[in-house]
């Protein structure tokens, strides 16, 4: 389809990327095309390199098969904020995930005040209000 193959091509864009074993997926972003971020994903399975990639590690540890072509842009934003916010967003909204949730949300702190925040972190920090 024509509309998927332009959206490939562009910079700036947050992805997902299915494994083939479970239903897990990893959702990432990239300054550059989905195009460019899977060759590097790609390298660093065939290399070993687990710490390059958390799709290569997870491949690597769980022996598990990543659907690379089914990877797909789920969101085009051309702003590092954005982006870092689209793809929180995703990755809350994924049930089964191979993203490093503590490293990343530490990463994207300050990034992610925008998006949403389910009702039970709130309640959690202020237990008094
Ligand atoms: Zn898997």
């Known amino acids: 389809m ?7 091509q562009r910079t700036g864009v947050v992805y997902r990327i299915p494994c083939g074993t479970f ?6 972003q990239t300054s550059r095309t989905l195009k460019h ?19 290569a590690e997870h491949a690597i ?4 098969t990543i659907k690379w072509d089914d990877a797909e842009v789920v969101n085009h934003a051309p702003r590092y904020w954005q982006r ?11 049930k089964e995930k191979m993203n490093r949730d503590e490293v990343h949300s530490q990463q994207h702190t300050t990034h992610s005040s ?9 309640y959690g920090r202020y237990p008094s209000a």
């Open 2 to 8: 024509i509309v998927v193959y332009l959206l490939e």
């Open 23 to 28: 239903h897990k997926v990893y959702v990432g």
């Open 37 to 55: 971020r899977l060759a590097e994903h790609r390298r660093a399975l065939r290399s070993g390199e687990a710490a390059l990639s958390a799709v």
């Open 61 to 64: 540890k769980e022996d598990h």
């Open 84 to 94: 870092c916010a689209l793809e929180a967003w995703h990755i809350r909204s994924e």
């Open 114 to 122: 925008t998006s949403h925040n389910h009702p039970l972190d709130y």
